[in-house]
């Protein structure tokens, strides 16, 4: 282990100037271009790729993030897997796919129904080969070559010119390899990645591929080290603020560097940079194959703080130069701000009581699949911004670096976490499998990468393990404490926590080795836990659970979270009275944490559907009971004695508050009501088109941030409703439909709140569109969401409209998804066409790299009047 130690305070704000040197000679570049890709594995290998025999090397190639008390792996001899055809230099690979990164083979599909499992019903598993072919500079000779995987699902083996570099067998884990001692500047280089995604690895859609963005890096053999800025804030006031900046410098030379390194520190904001604060230079002397530690801490007067509502950003410009010359030159994003979480109050950010108002995610993006993709991010965290959601819990597994540069830039709140499981698995080859050989590396790599976000709050050490329920031994808390002191050797400033779904969790050793504690769906511990375990602090760090299909609601209504009347055709009624057995609808999570003196806050479950685990419709032979035709029903019985198992007969899930399309379910508007108390709102549900139900019971209810309303049938009053304590949602459970104007007014301290109106739709007429951005930049990677509504005649939604919708589009871009958040569709998401599901339909269209003008996305339908959108590509 490298190490040489010299520590230097400074408190020093004059405006001192940079020292005038070359253009830093750091380059990082995409190098998702150019790539070729088959599924095709090398000739038969008999298992000579497989993880028991990479294992030595892949643990030497992570020496790095092993602590000094943990078993050190040396690098084999000789060249693992160098005699396979798929990583020579010379392999004819002129027959494989073109492609560009990141890209998920999954979702290409096709759906099928006898894919076991909860995962999606897509052929996510299996191994796979990326080769790319790429020059490299000559006058690149002597510079340190580093590639960087954001991602790669799973079991990355890395070749270069045929010889084995390193890899990492979790999907989910970014990592770094140093491909110097193989690389040829000036000469063509080839470089082969073998994935193999296994079966039965995961409870949900992980997605396959190399999904997230590779880099390749350049640098100087004298070099910060990799995530090797370290910056905390220990002292924070309205006056002042010490900024401490660690950096850890390699010395890959074979001589002596005497270096000079020096901090500066810049606030951001729209308009650039600002210079904060400058450290004078300090020096040091590293030996050859050492690494050594300086920090600094600088003082930056009247700091700007992040917080969810301004969410203000710094960056410290590290520098290094030997005898004169620029050697390194590092930019690291920060944010200064205090985060606190108080077993009395809550969390407090900046000395202030924030509410945690969070969701869970999978990465998944819907119809993109796990390919990481930034617009869809950014539009994920917008429409859940608009709804109320400050905090996000990146469930349950490292996410893509840029989802914490959105929310550090946006200001939402993080809780980052590792593992789904421990040493004890869910599944037959999920992490468990790793857990022994690589916990450490993984957990390390997570907090080394994340740890200068202002974003992250909490770092969680695990989902619902298995080892929650054991009391004591080393499969109970100390299991957990050697996790937790793994994340406190990395990082000291943030808390420690995990998600926990037993009722014992809370009182069998684990709540002393954590710092907070987090329950899933334990809302009857929350007082008990409180009561016993009055100093430390509590939130939900999974909630609710409830189901829902957007825009579909069954007769009649029960307040029965399981009433088997709330579910047909493989759907949930949207009357947000439905959850799994688990869970709880909305209200009653809400009525038991407001009851809890201290509660930080909850992370619900979920903010987005995601693909897999279609609960309630997983395997289960009742789920024949959900086809209400007669016919469907004797197919179904026919399909499983041909398949001789029972399959799930759903894609994606029922839990998100919006669903895979991105289109806001009525809960959407009942969060938005508790989260977004200042936001004049009313939302009115059902919709009111229901020929079929003239003269029956059609029950009303109404979301509003306001106290009391008023509800509307054709002008007449059907009565004026307060809510009462524990009360979140106004009902009117006996209204008889008649077609026509259901309309809420809502009060808040007796005045005109807002309103809301649903009417009966007319037979569905024309489309009608909108994009999200019309103007877009034309890099091959911006997206815009188009929103296909079908109208009646007077521009009404048809909110039952299922009719089928072709698009086409002109100009520099190309569709690259459809969906329409139906849970049950098995359609291609790549199809240029799709039905609508509940008068909606999606479309996502791609700007082409380096090509601009005018875009035209026309939507048609048979019988319907067209709808077209102009968007610009620049």
């Given amino acids: 282990m490298r190490l040489l130690l010299l520590a230097a305070t400074l408190l020093i704000s004059l405006p001192v100037s940079v020292l005038a040197a070359e253009a830093p000679p750091r380059e990082r570049l995409s190098f998702n271009e150019g790539w070729l890709f088959s599924r095709t594995d090398a000739e038969w290998v008999l298992g000579q790729l497989d993880y028991a025999n990479a294992k030595p090397w892949l643990l030497a190639s992570a020496a790095d993030f092993f602590g000094p008390t943990s078993p050190q792996t040396a690098r084999p001899r000789g060249n693992f897997g160098g005699g396979f055809t798929h990583v020579q230099a010379d392999f004819d690979d002129r027959g494989w796919r073109p492609l560009t990164l990141p890209h998920d083979w999954g979702i290409e599909g096709p759906f099928k129904q006898e894919y076991p499992g909860d995962t999606g019903k897509l052929p996510w598993w299996g191994v796979a080969w990326y080769r790319k072919h790429f020059d490299l500079p000559a006058t690149d000779a002597g510079r340190r070559i580093v590639l960087e995987i954001d991602g790669a699902m799973a079991h990355s083996l890395v070749w270069l010119n045929g010889q084995f570099v390193g890899g990492w067998p979790y999907g989910y884990s970014s990592y770094q390899l140093d491909l110097t001692p193989y690389i040829k500047p000036g000469q063509p280089n080839v470089l082969a990645i073998r994935l193999d995604n296994p079966t039965?690895?995961?409870?949900?859609?992980?997605?396959?591929?190399?999904?997230?963005?590779?880099?390749?890096?350049?640098?100087?053999?004298?070099?910060?080290?990799?995530?090797?800025?370290?910056?905390?804030?220990?002292?924070?006031?309205?006056e002042?603020?010490?900024?401490?900046?660690?950096?850890?410098?390699?010395?890959?030379?074979?001589?002596?560097?005497?270096?000079?390194?020096?901090?500066?520190?810049?606030?951001?904001?729209?308009?650039?940079?600002?210079?904060?604060?400058?450290?004078?230079?300090?020096?040091?002397?590293?030996?050859?194959?050492?690494?050594?530690?300086?920090?600094?801490?600088?003082?930056?007067?009247?700091?700007?703080?992040?917080?969810?509502?301004?969410?203000?950003?710094?960056?410290?410009?590290?520098?290094?130069?030997?005898?004169?010359?620029?050697?390194?030159?590092?930019?690291?994003?920060?944010?200064?701000?205090?985060?606190?979480?108080?077993?009395?109050?809550?969390?407090?950010?900046?000395?202030?009581v924030v509410p945690i108002r969070g969701v869970c995610n999978h990465h998944d993006l819907g119809a993109l699949g796990s390919a990481i993709n930034l617009r869809a991010l950014e539009r994920q965290l917008e429409i859940l911004r608009a709804m109320g959601c400050n905090a996000i819990r990146t469930s349950h597994n490292p996410p893509a670096p840029e989802l914490l540069d959105l929310c550090d830039r946006m200001g939402f709140l993080v809780m980052d976490e590792a593992f789904d499981c421990w040493a004890k698995g869910k599944n037959r080859h999920d992490?468990?499998?790793?857990?022994?050989?690589?916990?450490?590396?993984?957990?390390?790599?997570?907090?080394?990468?994340?740890?200068?976000?202002?974003?992250?709050?909490?770092?969680?050490?695990?989902?619902?393990?298995?080892?929650?329920?054991?009391?004591?031994?080393?499969?109970?808390?100390?299991?957990?404490?050697?996790?937790?002191?793994?994340?406190?050797?990395?990082?000291?400033?943030?808390?420690?926590?995990?998600?926990?779904?037993?009722?014992?969790?809370?009182?069998?050793?684990?709540?002393?080795?954590?710092?907070?504690?987090?329950?899933?769906?334990?809302?009857?511990?929350?007082?008990?836990?409180?009561?016993?375990?009055?100093?430390?602090?509590?939130?939900?760090?999974?909630?609710?659970?409830?189901?829902?299909?957007?825009?579909?609601?069954?007769?009649?209504?029960?307040?029965?979270?399981?009433?088997?009347?709330?579910?047909?055709?493989?759907?949930?009624?949207?009357?947000?009275?439905?959850?799994?057995?688990?869970?709880?609808?909305?209200?009653?999570?809400?009525?038991?944490?407001?009851?809890?003196?201290?509660?930080?806050?909850?992370?619900?479950?979920?903010?987005?559907?995601?693909?897999?685990?279609?609960?309630?419709?997983?395997?289960?032979?009742?789920?024949?009971?959900?086809?209400?035709?007669?016919?469907?029903?004797?197919?179904?019985?026919?399909?499983?004695?041909?398949?001789?198992?029972?399959?799930?007969?759903?894609?994606?899930?029922?839990?998100?508050?919006?669903?895979?399309?991105?289109?806001?379910?009525?809960?959407?508007?009942?969060?938005?009501?508790?989260?977004?108390?200042?936001?004049p709102m009313a939302h009115l549900l059902p919709h009111w088109t229901w020929p079929?139900?003239?003269?029956?019971?059609?029950?009303?209810?109404?979301?509003?941030?306001?106290?009391?309303?008023?509800?509307?049938?054709?002008?007449?009053?059907?009565?004026?409703?307060?809510?009462?304590?524990?009360?979140?949602?106004?009902?009117?459970?006996?209204?008889?439909?008649?077609?026509?104007?259901?309309?809420?007014?809502?009060?808040?301290?007796?005045?005109?709140?807002?309103?809301?109106?649903?009417?009966?739709?007319?037979?569905?007429?024309?489309?009608?569109?909108?994009?999200?951005?019309?103007?877009?930049?034309?890099?091959?990677?911006?997206?815009?969401?188009?929103?296909?509504?079908?109208?009646?005649?007077?521009?009404?939604?048809?909110?039952?409209?299922?009719?089928?919708?072709?698009?086409?589009?002109?100009?520099p871009a190309e569709i690259v998804a459809t969906d329409n958040g139906d849970p049950t569709s098995f359609e291609s998401f790549q199809s240029k066409e799709r039905a609508a599901f509940n008068g909606l339909v999606l479309v996502v269209v791609r700007t082409q790299p380096g090509t601009t003008g005018p875009i035209t996305l026309t939507a048609t339908s048979p019988g319907l009047a067209p709808a077209e959108v102009s968007l610009t590509a620049k």
């Fill in 200 to 238: 039965e690895s995961s409870r949900w859609y992980p997605g396959s591929g190399l999904y997230r963005n590779v880099w390749l890096t350049k640098t100087n053999p004298v070099h910060v080290a990799p995530w090797g800025a370290i910056v905390t804030t220990p002292k924070v006031t309205a």
């Fill in 431 to 679: 992490y468990h499998v790793q857990f022994p050989d690589w916990h450490e590396a993984d957990l390390r790599a997570l907090v080394r990468r994340d740890r200068n976000h202002p974003s992250v709050i909490l770092w969680s050490i695990g989902n619902e393990v298995i080892e929650q329920w054991f009391a004591d031994g080393q499969e109970g808390w100390k299991l957990a404490a050697r996790l937790a002191g793994i994340v406190r050797e990395e990082d000291r400033t943030r808390p420690v926590s995990a998600g926990f779904n037993g009722e014992i969790s809370g009182y069998n050793g684990y709540q002393h080795v954590l710092d907070a504690i987090g329950y899933n769906y334990r809302i009857k511990e929350y007082a008990r836990f409180r009561e016993i375990n009055p100093a430390i602090p509590l939130f939900g760090a999974e909630t609710a659970s409830a189901l829902s299909s957007r825009g579909v609601y069954f007769f009649p209504i029960s307040d029965d979270k399981i009433d088997p009347a709330s579910r047909a055709d493989f759907q949930v009624s949207s009357y947000d009275l439905y959850a799994a057995p688990w869970a709880t609808p909305p209200d009653v999570e809400w009525r038991a944490a407001d009851a809890v003196p201290g509660y930080a806050g909850e992370f619900v479950w979920t903010g987005f559907d995601y693909l897999g685990e279609p609960t309630p419709y997983n395997a289960d032979l009742t789920n024949l009971l959900n086809f209400s035709d007669p016919a469907e029903k004797e197919r179904q019985k026919q399909l499983l004695t041909e398949l001789g198992r029972i399959p799930t007969p759903s894609r994606s899930s029922y839990f998100g508050i919006i669903d895979l399309a991105g289109f806001p379910k009525d809960r959407y508007y009942f969060y938005q009501a508790r989260w977004r108390p200042d936001l």
């Fill in 240 to 352: 002042a603020a010490q900024v401490s900046i660690q950096v850890l410098t390699d010395n890959d030379s074979a001589t002596n560097a005497a270096l000079s390194l020096s901090t500066e520190l810049f606030a951001l904001d729209d308009t650039g940079r600002k210079s904060a604060a400058l450290g004078q230079p300090i020096t040091v002397t590293i030996e050859p194959g050492r690494q050594a530690s300086t920090t600094q801490t600088l003082r930056v007067p009247q700091p700007r703080l992040w917080s969810v509502t301004h969410p203000h950003r710094y960056v410290a410009v590290t520098s290094i130069t030997q005898d004169g010359r620029l050697v390194d030159r590092l930019e690291t994003p920060f944010g200064i701000r205090t985060a606190v979480f108080d077993a009395d109050r809550g969390f407090r950010l900046n000395g202030e």
């Fill in 692 to 811: 079929e139900r003239a003269g029956e019971i059609t029950p009303i209810h109404a979301y509003t941030s306001g106290d009391e309303a008023e509800l509307f049938l054709n002008g007449r009053s059907l009565g004026r409703k307060q809510r009462g304590p524990g009360e979140y949602r106004l009902r009117w459970d006996d209204v008889k439909y008649a077609p026509g104007e259901v309309k809420v007014v809502a009060y808040k301290q007796g005045a005109v709140w807002a309103e809301a109106v649903q009417r009966t739709a007319g037979p569905a007429a024309r489309l009608k569109a909108k994009a999200d951005r019309r103007e877009l930049t034309a890099d091959g990677r911006d997206l815009s969401f188009v929103t296909v509504r079908i109208e009646d005649a007077d521009g009404v939604l048809a909110p039952r409209a299922e009719n089928r919708v072709a698009f086409a589009v002109s100009g």
